[in-house]
Antibody
Framework: QVQLQESGPGLVKPSQTLSLTCTVSGGSISSGDYYWSWIRQPPGKGLEWIGYIYYSGSTYYNPSLKSRVTISVDTSKNQFSLKLSSVTAADTAVYYC?????????????WGQGTLVTVSS | EIVLTQSPGTLSLSPGERATLSCRASQSVSSSYLAWYQQKPGQAPRLLIYGASSRATGIPDRFSGSGSGTDFTLTISRLEPEDFAVYYCQQYGSSLVYTFGQGTKLEIK
């Protein structure tokens, strides 16, 4: 059973960089069968896809966030990470990492439990 | 970017009743790229349906998905107490962006 777990600071100051890591267990990021994504959800609101990375390091980001987002992968640790720069209060959200299936259909089949990141001074 | 509009915003029903949730896309979506998720308070979304009509592993057969083009439907044939939650549709399209609907809250009447 694949499991994903987010980790990182729960509080970030405005204008600083938000950094989160997702650790994958029960499956290898290097298998090449999936993409690895970040999705966020502001309190009481809907879901927003941030971007994904493939085990090779190729990435694709939501154009609305592209200028501030970097997703990286560490296959030796079976982890992938998110950096979001120049954060504001609007970036306060629960951040989820998720596995993206793209072979026959497109969907997020495994999700981490989510981690709340608050942007505040 | 394709916008997904879900209706109704809130649906009030009783256990045992049938629930019909709608997801309308601003442009045509390939059925392969339409999925449905269930989210309960304090939990991550859970995949229910992918490819518009295929149930994910472990999902009871009271959940079914249908539709094509711009109109998709999630049906729960007989509501169980654990089905009351928020439901989201999600698509991937020509804009190369994954987007979600705003959600339908299914509440106990």
């Amino acid at each position: 059973q694949v499991q994903l777990q987010e980790s990182g600071p729960g509080l970030v100051k405005p204008s600083q960089t938000l950094s989160l890591t997702c650790t994958v267990s029960g499956g290898s990021i290097s298998s090449g069968d999936y993409y690895w994504s970040w999705i966020r959800q502001p309190p009481g609101k809907g879901l927003e896809w941030i971007g994904y990375i493939y085990y090779s390091g190729s990435t694709y980001y939501n154009p609305s966030l592209k200028s501030r987002v970097t997703i990286s992968v560490d296959t030796s640790k079976n982890q992938f990470s998110l950096k979001l720069s120049s954060v504001t209060a609007a970036d306060t959200a629960v951040y989820y990492c998720a596995r993206l299936e793209e072979s026959v259909a497109s969907y997020f089949d495994y999700w981490g439990q989510g981690t709340l990141v608050t942007v505040s001074s | 970017e394709i916008v997904l509009t879900q209706s109704p915003g809130t649906l009030s029903l009783s256990p045992g009743e049938r629930a019909t949730l709608s997801c309308r896309a601003s442009q045509s979506v390939s059925s392969s790229y339409l999925a449905w998720y269930q989210q309960k308070p304090g939990q991550a979304p859970r995949l229910l349906i992918y490819g518009a009509s295929s149930r994910a592993t472990g999902i009871p057969d009271r959940f079914s998905g249908s539709g094509s083009g711009t109109d998709f439907t999630l049906t729960i044939s007989r509501l169980e107490p654990e089905d009351f939650a928020v439901y989201y549709c999600q698509q991937y399209g020509s804009s190369l962006v994954y987007t979600f609907g705003q959600g339908t809250k299914l509440e106990i009447k």
